[in-house]
C-alpha cells in the first residue's frame, strides 16, 4: 500500500473540538505529548499536584459541554462523540473518586511514568539533550506536586495498598542511587556525542550533571516520604472490592461486563486453553506427554535458544520484519510508513515487553521494546514469536501506526491521545490468534508459546477478578476465598517464565485492577464483534469479507469495545 491510497476527509467542527482537547492535554501533560510524538513539549513536566489534576478535570468538562452543542456531520463525528463521551466521562469518574490522585503501583503510576518518558525523548542533538536537561531540572517541582496529592489523597482515605507503596519506595530508592538510570542516561554514549557537537559542551554537561543529580534526589525524597508518612497508613489488604473493580474495569475496557459472568468464563477458558496445550503436547514429546515435559523438548533445542541480547534483538527484528512481508496484500494492506518497525532492547531491566507509537510524522517510528532482567541470557523463540505478532504486526504496530498514518480522516485525538486497554491489548491478542489460524504458527513448538500466552491471560482473568472481588477460590487452588498468596501459588502453575517474572507480574495484578483481564476480555469480545458481523453479513446474502472487517475496525482507531461494536452494528446490519 503507498501514501497515494491514504483517504481523505474535511475536518468538522467536532474535529476541531477533538483537536484542541489534544493541545490542551499536551500542556497539562508534556509527557503524553512526548508519548504522542507531538514536538515543542520535550522540555516541560506536568504539574501533578492537585491543581494539576482539576485543572485536567476541568479541561475535561468544557470539552464535554462543547460536544453538547455541536452536531455530527457524519459517522466519524458520531464515533468521536461517543468515544470522547466515554473516556473523558470516566476520567472524570475517577478523578471524583480520588483515585488518580493517590495512584501508586509498581507499573503506571507517576513513580514510572517521570522515568519512563526518558527513554521516548529524541537525543540526537545538542539541543534536544537540553530539553532532557530541562525535564531533570524541573523534575523535582512535579515530584513535589506528587507528594502533595498523595497526601491529599491520603487525608481522604484513599491510600494504595501496602504492597504497591513499599515497592513505589524500592523502585524510588533505586532510582535515588549514585548509579540510577539518570546518573547512566547523562553519561551515556549518546550524551557525549551530542556534546561533542554543541556550542556550549561545559555548559551543557553542566546541567545535565545537576539535573541527574537533582531528579535522584528528589526521587529520594519521594522514597522517604512513602516509607515514613504513606506507609503507616496504607491498608493491608490488597482487594480493590467490587465498586472500585468496576469502575476501574469500565475504564480498561470501555465496556461494561458482568464481572461474575466473566470470572466464570475465565475458569472455563483456561481450562480449555489448558487442553489445547496438552494436546500439541502429545505432538511435541509424544502420546501422554505433559505441558511441562514438551516444555523441557523445546528448551533444549538449540535451534529454538538465543543467547544474548544482541541475537535476541536481531531475531526479533528478523520475525516482525518477515510477518510485515507476508501480511501485507495478503491479508492487510499495510502503508509504507508501517514497515519500518524497530526492534529495540530497552534501557530499563525490571522485564516485560512493550510497543510505543510512532511519532505524527513518523519521524520516531513504531518500536518494540524488551525490557531483559540483567541475570535472563538465554531467550527461546518458541516461547517469544507469538509475542512478536503481539507486538508488532498484525498487533499494535499494525493497529496503532494505522491510527497515525490515517490523519487525513482521524482528528488528532483519535490517533494519537485516545487509547482502550481493551482494544488494544484485546486486539494484539486476538491477532496472535489470528497468526494461528492463517498457519504462521503451525510449528508446534511456536503454537506452544502462542497457547503458553493465551494460558497467561486466561490465568489473570481469574486471578484479578477473584482477588479483587473476593470471589470462591476452587478447591484446587486452595478453596476458600481468593487472597494474594493464593493467587500466586495459581500463578506460578500456569505461568511458563521465571521467578523474578512471576513476582512482579503478581504485583501488578494486585495492584492496577482490572487491567491484565482486559487482554483476554478484549479478546474475547472483538471475537464476539468479528462473529456478529460475520452473522450480518450471511443474513444480508453476502459472504464475510475478514480482510474488510479488520480494515474497517482499525480505521477507527482506538476507542471503547462498545463504541466499536456500536460502530460496527450499522454497516453489518441486515438492510430492511
Known amino acids: 500500500m503507498t501514501d497515494d491510497a491514504r483517504p481523505t476527509r474535511t475536518p468538522s467542527a467536532i474535529d476541531a473540538i477533538a483537536d484542541q482537547y489534544v493541545l490542551t ?87 514510572q511514568d517521570l522515568r519512563d518518558v526518558f527513554d521516548l525523548m529524541p537525543t540526537d542533538t545538542a539541543e534536544q539533550w537540553g530539553n532532557v536537561a530541562s525535564r531533570l531540572e524541573a523534575l523535582p517541582t512535579t515530584m513535589a506536586g506528587v507528594v502533595s496529592s498523595l497526601q491529599l489523597a491520603a487525608s481522604r482515605g484513599r491510600v494504595a495498598a501496602i504492597r504497591q507503596v513499599r515497592e513505589c519506595a524500592r523502585q524510588a530508592d533505586e532510582l535515588a542511587g549514585s548509579e540510577s538510570f539518570f546518573t547512566k542516561l547523562v ?54 472490592g467490587r465498586e472500585r473493580y468496576q469502575l476501574w474495569s469500565r475504564l480498561f475496557l470501555g465496556a461494561t461486563v458482568d464481572l461474575d459472568e466473566t470470572y466464570e468464563w475465565g475458569l472455563a477458558e483456561l481450562d480449555r486453553v489448558v487442553a489445547e496445550q496438552e494436546a500439541v503436547a502429545a505432538e511435541i ?88 532482567p540483567p541475570e535472563v541470557t538465554t531467550f527461546n523463540t518458541w516461547r517469544e514469536k507469538t509475542t512478536v505478532y503481539h507486538e508488532g504486526v498484525p498487533g499494535h504496530h499494525l493497529q496503532v501506526a494505522q491510527a497515525v498514518y490515517l490523519r487525513d480522516t482521524l482528528n488528532s485525538w483519535r490517533r494519537l491521545a ?18 494461528a489460524e492463517l498457519g504462521f504458527l503451525d510449528d508446534p513448538g511456536d503454537r506452544l508459546g502462542m ?12 486471578f484479578d477478578i477473584g482477588v479483587h472481588l473476593g ?3 476452587p478447591e484446587r487452588w486452595g478453596g476458600g476465598t481468593w487472597d494474594a498468596d493464593k493467587a500466586y501459588e495459581f500463578l506460578k502453575s500456569n505461568v511458563n517464565m521465571p521467578e523474578g517474572f512471576v513476582r512482579f507480574e503478581w504485583n501488578r495484578y494486585l495492584g492496577w485492577g482490572g487491567q491484565a483481564p482486559s487482554y483476554k476480555i478484549g479478546q474475547r ?52
Open 25 to 111: 492535554l499536551a500542556e497539562l501533560n508534556p509527557l503524553g505529548a512526548t508519548v504522542m510524538g507531538l514536538s515543542g513539549y520535550d522540555h516541560l513536566m506536568p504539574d501533578l499536584s492537585p491543581a494539576g489534576h482539576e485543572a485536567g478535570a476541568r479541561a475535561a468538562r468544557e470539552t464535554l459541554a462543547q460536544l453538547e452543542d455541536a452536531e455530527p456531520v457524519d459517522d466519524t463525528d458520531r464515533v468521536t462523540v461517543a468515544a470522547m463521551r466515554e473516556r473523558l466521562g470516566l476520567m472524570l469518574e475517577l478523578h471524583e473518586a480520588d483515585e488518580l490522585l493517590g495512584l501508586l503501583n509498581n507499573i503506571a503510576s507517576p513513580v
Open 187 to 240: 553519561r551515556g554514549a549518546a550524551a557525549e556525542q551530542a556534546l561533542a557537537q554543541s556550542d556550549d559542551p561545559a555548559g551543557l554537561a553542566s546541567r545535565l550533571e545537576a539535573g541527574a543529580a537533582a531528579a535522584r534526589a528528589a526521587y529520594g525524597e519521594l522514597a522517604a516520604y512513602l516509607r515514613d508518612e504513606l506507609t503507616p497508613l496504607a491498608p493491608a489488604e490488597d482487594a480493590f
Open 285 to 372: 514429546a509424544g502420546p501422554g506427554a505433559s505441558v511441562e515435559q514438551a516444555i523441557a523438548v523445546l528448551d533444549a533445542d538449540p535451534t529454538r535458544t538465543l543467547r544474548g541480547t544482541e541475537a535476541l534483538q536481531a531475531w526479533m527484528q528478523e520475525t516482525a520484519d518477515a510477518a510485515i512481508d507476508a501480511l501485507d496484500g495478503a491479508h492487510f494492506d499495510i502503508a509504507e510508513p508501517l514497515h519500518t518497525l524497530e526492534c529495540r532492547i530497552a534501557p530499563t531491566q525490571v522485564g516485560g515487553i512493550y510497543y510505543s507509537g510512532p511519532s505524527d510524522d513518523f519521524s520516531r517510528p513504531g518500536r518494540m521494546w524488551w525490557s531483559v
Open 418 to 435: 485516545c487509547w482502550v486497554s481493551g482494544h488494544g491489548e484485546g486486539w494484539a491478542l486476538y491477532a496472535e490468534r489470528l497468526m
Open 451 to 462: 497457547l503458553d500466552g493465551q494460558r497467561m491471560r486466561a490465568a489473570r482473568v481469574v
Open 471 to 473: 470471589k470462591p477460590c
Open 525 to 576: 469480545l472483538w471475537e464476539t464483534i468479528r462473529d456478529e458481523t460475520a452473522a450480518a453479513r450471511r443474513a444480508q446474502g453476502l459472504e464475510p469479507d475478514l480482510k474488510e472487517f479488520h480494515a474497517t475496525a482499525l480505521a477507527l482507531g482506538s476507542v471503547g469495545l462498545d463504541v466499536l461494536r456500536d460502530a460496527l452494528a450499522p454497516a453489518a446490519a441486515p438492510t430492511a
